[in-house]
């Protein structure tokens, strides 16, 4: 199974990038899918969750600004990221949840990096 992320990029303060997470292989029943990020010196944290039944959360920094959203035929996983602002620099992560024959799994994606010029 793999995660392929793309879409970061350099962008001003106040514009707009819309990140992709393709899966390939037999990545089995997916639960959820999201999406990450780290800033330099910090941790990972949450930016938003999407469940197979489409039930969302976003953190809070993010609300009304990021839409997340997913692709059940595809097993893509989107996240439009509007108004963004430089704290929002950091490496984007995908990351899927799998639970198959009684098994829960997590895959991530490598990270693309999202720089947001002040």
């Known amino acids: 199974v793999q995660l392929q992320a793309s879409g970061g990029g350099l962008v001003q303060t106040g514009g707009s990038l819309r990140l992709s997470c393709a899966t390939s292989g037999s990545i089995g029943s997916i639960t959820s899918m999201g999406w990450y990020r780290q800033a330099p010196g910090k941790q990972r944290e949450l930016v938003a969750r999407i469940t197979s039944r489409e039930i969302i959360n976003y953190a809070d920094f993010v609300k009304g600004r990021f839409t997340i959203s997913m692709d059940n035929v595809k097993n893509t996983v989107y996240l439009q990221m509007n108004s963004l602002k430089p704290e929002d620099t950091a490496v984007y992560y995908c990351?899927?949840?799998?639970?198959?024959?009684?098994?829960?799994?997590?895959?991530w994606g490598q990270g693309t990096q999202v720089t947001v010029s002040s």
């Open positions: 990351n899927v949840q799998t639970y198959t024959r009684l098994v829960r799994s997590d895959y």
